[in-house]
């Protein structure tokens, strides 16, 4: 299984010092920055879009792990691109008839194209854009319903995330929603690597404990 990575959500950060919450999670010991793009739309709340990226993005060289919960993903591809993200992850219901064409702009911007699913979709209806000749080079499986940080972990979506471990050996599967040290070990057994983790980091008193905590339930998994 690939190496771990823990992305903190900043979705949980202070947003009026955006700057400073990035590079306080990044001495802590985070891989990545996960951002989380909420247009009102796909999902019922709204966050921060392609000039918020491009802000934070002279302040740090960190991989951005942008996960897009829009309706129509195709029209952030060139902004964000533009705006410095690395990684950009839209879902697999918003992109049931133009995933080839999202694919191979993503990459054609610099970023690394990732697919994210929600808890009521099918494992199934992600392994058309992993086993193409363009594939995505992530799968997100969210642990939660997407729109808002701090609820609960749903452990029937490891079932999922052994699945696709048991298909795809080298493939960066991350989890998003609910992950903290009580959860973790479900997560990494499952065969999960990239950890996102929001209300667990930030609201915790040693964010740095919390962040290799994960990390090590997740590299001694074999
Ligand atoms: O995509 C998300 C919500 O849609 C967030 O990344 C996620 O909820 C992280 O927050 P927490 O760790 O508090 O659950
Ligand atoms: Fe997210």
Request: charged letters at 20%; glycine letters at 8%; proline letters at 7%.
């Amino acid at each position: 299984m690939p190496k771990a990575k823990i992305a903190p959500s900043m979705l949980s950060s202070d947003f009026s010092n955006l700057a400073s919450e990035a590079s306080r999670m990044l001495q802590c010991g985070a891989d990545w920055l996960h951002m989380d793009i909420m247009d009102g739309h796909f999902v019922p709340n709204l966050t921060i879009g392609a000039p918020v990226i491009q802000s934070l993005r002279k302040h740090t060289t960190a991989y951005l792990d942008c996960h897009l919960m829009v309706t129509n993903p195709l029209d952030y591809v060139e902004p964000f691109g533009k705006a410095g993200a690395s990684g950009f992850t839209f879902h697999v219901e918003a992109s049931k008839d133009n995933w080839q064409e999202l694919i191979q702009q993503i990459r054609s911007k610099g970023m690394k194209p990732g697919v994210a699913l929600k808890p009521g979709t099918p494992v199934e209806d992600v392994y058309p854009l992993l086993d193409g000749e363009n594939p995505v080079e992530m799968v997100l499986v969210m642990t939660v319903e997407p729109g808002f940080g701090g609820q609960k972990f749903m452990p029937e979506m490891m079932d999922k995330v052994r699945a696709l471990r048991k298909k795809y050996p080298s493939l960066d599967i991350e989890v998003d929603g609910g992950l903290g040290p009580s959860t973790i070990d479900a997560a990494a057994s499952a065969g999960a690597n990239c950890i996102v983790a929001g209300s667990s980091v930030f609201g915790a008193s040693e964010p740095a404990q919390v962040i290799s905590l994960m990390r090590k339930s997740v590299d001694e998994v074999k």
